[in-house]
């Protein structure tokens, strides 16, 4: 082996193959990286509507009246791809600490004389946060656990009510969906309420 | 194990190589982000860059929401909270980010504190008297306004952001061990296939060479094309522009690392070149010495038994005609001689 061969080597090992190699990597990573940030599982839109769910999560028992539901149990999936929504409803769980939206009492079945619905969710990612983004024409489904799926419509969007005022939006037909926000006014925790009410879809 | 200039050698020590020089990147690229990533000094630097964005969106939502659902002017609250309030909110961002808290101010007392106190002084400033109806407007406004705040503050995806999480864990150091594990494992073998030592540290230090390119190229690459700013780990735009900074800033440290593992990679190339050289150099020059003594040994036999008339004609032309033979071979013998094969003799 001479000097000029050693030499030629070494500029293999010192720069070909590095620089070789190098792109090689470089064109895998032109072709690899999109994809695998869009594969990482927290870096997509986090206001995506949750479509699917498992009901067996939950505590179910079949019903035609809302009556005949108690604490906790599952009343459907309320979901909007308008506003990002997807939470479980269960019945009169305001009070629980738990990810979920509650089914006031005085709610009545769509089903059965075109009751109107008040659900009341807390200001989570996993609640009702996205409420916050609700427009007017919005679209909201409720799926009823072993009855139909009902889509209603956003027509009104208001701030700042107490538990009573929200009320006084309870109609035929009509979903109220509350979102509660803290009240530092007063040490009971009480809160005010974001109101968006919907009306049924026919 | 074959000639030392067999191809096939040549190759696997070559792969060898390029295993020991991903590993090597994939350590040091772990832990050096790694340990950047863990500073929440370096975080706040980047996220405060952000206070613009974020006082922008929270005046701007202040703006939209309370115009339209309080009797203060939006002026009111924009001025009892502001820029200061904000460089706070991403000082407790950046912890969150890095020891994985979700943010929520829908129960700070303190902000609640602020926008009452920025309501009454507006009171104060206009004379208006603050009688208990007022005192309640002003409260119910302040919770609300701090809901507001929330929804452009307030981010719960700020627990699981996945470059902080994998920092905080000791993934970098067990993938670091794993690497150097897999990096002892490849010099032996290249100390195996190699029976000389220097051939061995050039497959090491072209390792490092590689090692350096991929850390110099690979986050230049990354940048030139924008990468960072593909990451959406939280809701928050503000955040997400401190977090595409934060990367950005870890990737040129990477680029740099990149260049001191290839400058390393470089000097020990030459260091390994220069003693290759002086061996094979001081090799020929023995085997000059050698041959200059053979032929003078040889002419002087080849005089002598001239002199002495030993040699008939034909044996005389013989011998000249050998001695030309011998000077045209010598080069390509030197050629095949290695430092090694030298040595053993």
Same mark, same amino acid.
């Given at each position: 082996? &001479?000097?000029?061969n050693?030499?030629?080597?070494?500029?293999?090992?010192g720069l070909?193959?590095?620089?070789?190699?190098? +792109?090689?990597?470089?064109?895998?990573?032109?072709?690899?990286?999109?994809? #695998?940030?869009d594969?990482?599982p927290?870096?997509k839109?986090?206001?995506?509507?949750?479509?699917?769910?498992?009901?067996?999560?939950?505590?179910?028992?079949?019903?035609?009246? #809302?009556?005949?539901?108690? +604490?906790n149990n599952?009343?459907?999936?309320?979901?909007?791809? /308008?506003?990002?929504?997807?939470?479980a409803v269960? #019945? /009169?769980? =305001?009070?629980?600490n738990?990810?979920?939206?509650?089914?006031?009492?005085?709610? !009545? =079945?769509p089903?059965?004389?075109?009751?109107?619905?008040?659900?009341?969710?807390? &200001?989570? /990612?996993?609640? #009702? !946060?996205?409420?916050?983004?609700?427009?007017i =024409?919005?679209?909201?489904?409720?799926?009823?656990?072993?009855?139909?799926?009902?889509?209603?419509?956003?027509?009104?969007?208001?701030n700042k009510?107490?538990? =009573?005022e929200?009320? !006084?939006h309870y109609?035929?037909?009509t979903?109220?969906?509350?979102?509660?926000?803290?009240?530092?006014?007063?040490?009971?925790?009480d809160?005010?309420?974001?109101?968006?009410?919907?009306? +049924?879809? !026919? | 194990?074959?000639?030392?200039?067999?191809?096939?050698?040549?190759t696997?020590c070559?792969?060898?190589?390029?295993?020991?020089?991903?590993c090597?990147?994939?350590?040091?690229?772990?832990?050096?982000?790694?340990?950047?990533?863990?500073?929440?000094q370096?975080v706040e630097?980047?996220?405060?860059?952000c206070?613009?964005?974020?006082?922008?969106?929270?005046?701007n939502?202040?703006?939209?929401?309370?115009?339209?659902?309080?009797?203060?002017?939006?002026?009111?609250?924009t001025?009892?909270?502001g820029?200061?309030h904000?460089?706070?909110?991403?000082?407790?961002?950046?912890?969150?980010?890095?020891?994985?808290?979700?943010?929520?101010?829908?129960?700070?007392?303190?902000?609640y504190?602020?926008?009452k106190?920025?309501?009454?002084?507006?009171?104060?400033?206009?004379?208006?008297?603050i009688?208990?109806y007022?005192?309640?407007?002003?409260?119910?406004d302040?919770?609300?306004?701090?809901?507001?705040?929330?929804?452009?503050?307030?981010?719960?995806?700020?627990?699981?952001?996945?470059?902080f999480?994998?920092?905080?864990?000791?993934? %970098?150091v067990?993938?670091?061990?794993?690497?150097?594990?897999?990096?002892?494992?490849?010099?032996?073998?290249?100390?195996k296939?190699? @029976?000389?030592?220097?051939?061995?540290y050039?497959?090491?230090? *072209?390792?490092?060479?590689?090692?350096?390119?991929?850390?110099?190229?690979?986050?230049?690459?990354?940048?030139?094309?924008?990468? %960072?700013?593909?990451?959406?780990?939280?809701?928050?735009?503000?955040?997400?522009?401190?977090?595409?900074y934060?990367?950005?800033?870890?990737?040129?440290?990477?680029?740099?690392?990149?260049?001191?593992l290839?400058?390393?990679?470089i000097?020990? *190339?030459?260091?390994?070149y220069?003693r290759?050289?002086?061996?094979?150099?001081d090799?020929?020059?023995? *085997?000059?010495?050698?041959?200059?003594?053979?032929?003078e040994?040889?002419?002087?036999?080849?005089? @002598?038994?001239?002199?002495n008339?030993?040699?008939?004609?034909?044996?005389?032309?013989?011998?000249?005609?050998?001695?030309?033979?011998?000077?045209?071979?010598?080069?390509?013998?030197?050629?095949?001689?290695?430092?090694?094969?030298?040595?053993k003799?």
């Amino acid at each position: 082996m &001479n000097l000029k061969n050693i030499k030629d080597n070494f500029i293999i090992f010192g720069l070909v193959v590095p620089l070789v190699f190098s +792109l090689i990597v470089v064109v895998i990573a032109y072709f690899a990286v999109p994809p #695998f940030i869009d594969w990482l599982p927290n870096n997509k839109d986090k206001t995506q509507a949750v479509l699917e769910f498992d009901k067996n999560d939950y505590y179910q028992i079949s019903y035609d009246n #809302f009556s005949e539901l108690s +604490l906790n149990n599952f009343v459907g999936w309320l979901s909007s791809d /308008d506003l990002g929504l997807g939470c479980a409803v269960t #019945f /009169d769980s =305001e009070k629980e600490n738990t990810n979920v939206a509650s089914l006031s009492p005085l709610s !009545r =079945e769509p089903w059965i004389n075109n009751g109107g619905i008040i659900v009341t969710g807390k &200001n989570t /990612d996993k609640t #009702f !946060r996205n409420l916050h983004k609700a427009k007017i =024409e919005d679209k909201v489904t409720i799926n009823f656990n072993g009855h139909e799926a009902y889509t209603y419509e956003v027509v009104e969007i208001t701030n700042k009510e107490n538990r =009573e005022e929200t009320y !006084r939006h309870y109609a035929n037909d009509t979903l109220v969906m509350c979102m509660r926000i803290n009240d530092f006014r007063n040490l009971k925790q009480d809160y005010l309420y974001k109101v968006v009410v919907a009306k +049924l879809v !026919r | 194990m074959g000639d030392i200039n067999s191809k096939g050698k040549k190759t696997i020590c070559s792969f060898v190589a390029i295993i020991i020089a991903s590993c090597i990147a994939l350590s040091v690229s772990g832990i050096v982000a790694g340990g950047v990533l863990k500073s929440q000094q370096f975080v706040e630097k980047r996220m405060l860059k952000c206070d613009t964005i974020l006082l922008d969106e929270l005046n701007n939502k202040t703006e939209e929401i309370m115009s339209a659902n309080s009797t203060f002017p939006v002026k009111a609250f924009t001025d009892a909270v502001g820029a200061a309030h904000v460089n706070t909110v991403l000082k407790q961002v950046s912890g969150n980010l890095i020891y994985g808290y979700k943010t929520d101010f829908s129960k700070s007392e303190y902000l609640y504190s602020y926008y009452k106190t920025g309501l009454t002084s507006y009171c104060n400033r206009n004379s208006i008297a603050i009688d208990p109806y007022m005192e309640d407007m002003i409260s119910r406004d302040s919770s609300l306004a701090v809901d507001v705040f929330n929804q452009v503050c307030g981010d719960e995806s700020t627990n699981f952001v996945i470059p902080f999480q994998e920092a905080q864990s000791s993934d %970098p150091v067990v993938a670091a061990f794993v690497c150097w594990a897999i990096i002892i494992v490849c010099v032996l073998i290249l100390r195996k296939l190699n @029976y000389g030592d220097y051939f061995m540290y050039s497959y090491i230090a *072209m390792s490092f060479i590689i090692a350096g390119a991929l850390m110099i190229i690979l986050p230049l690459f990354a940048l030139i094309m924008d990468y %960072p700013s593909l990451f959406n780990f939280t809701d928050v735009e503000a955040y997400n522009v401190g977090i595409k900074y934060c990367i950005e800033d870890v990737l040129k440290i990477l680029a740099g690392t990149g260049g001191i593992l290839a400058l390393i990679g470089i000097v020990s *190339m030459n260091v390994v070149y220069n003693r290759y050289c002086n061996i094979v150099s001081d090799i020929q020059t023995e *085997m000059d010495i050698a041959e200059k003594l053979r032929k003078e040994y040889m002419q002087e036999q080849f005089n @002598y038994e001239m002199e002495n008339g030993l040699l008939s004609e034909d044996e005389t032309k013989l011998k000249k005609a050998n001695q030309l033979f011998m000077n045209d071979i010598e080069e390509d013998d030197l050629d095949d001689i290695e430092p090694e094969h030298y040595k053993k003799k």
